[in-house]
């Protein structure tokens, strides 16, 4: 395995990092789940798929289906299903949903973890509002997608 490691690493350290600013601009509380929605540019979109690309043989297919994918409607349901079939991941390719995850609580309710991320954004300092891309990060999936 940790030769699978460093061969995908050494694959991450050959793509195209120099890609354009994107805003990190809404809140989302979605289920357990609270995120920073990432505008998707053309240039992440393409990183986003680029990464997919060189890292497919490491995929770990027929990965079990977040719950919340069958609350969505055909035909986006049947597709990201395939994704996480193939993928690993309900949200790659035209799928992709860029965020930043930053809270996740089965316990806390959807308001708490709402009051939550609106005291992060109402930080003066400017972490998590816009930027470029300077590292991409190798971690291992657990439960629920955390890393």
Known sequence: MHDSINTLVDGLYKLDLNHQ?????DTMVSGAYAT???????SLQQLSDEIV???SQYIVAN???PNWV???PEPQRT???NYVHKYGSPNVLDEFEPHLTVG???EASEEDRRIILEKILSD???SCREDSVWEIGVGVVGEMGTV
């Open 53 to 55: 690309r060189n890292c």
């Open 104 to 106: 996740y609580d089965e």
């Open 124 to 126: 003066d300092s400017d």
């Open 63 to 65: 990965q079990t289906v």
């Open 70 to 72: 069958y609350d969505l």
């Open 21 to 25: 600013l994107v805003d990190i601009n």
């Open 36 to 42: 920073y929605s990432v505008q998707n540019t053309r």
């Open 79 to 81: 597709k990201k299903i």
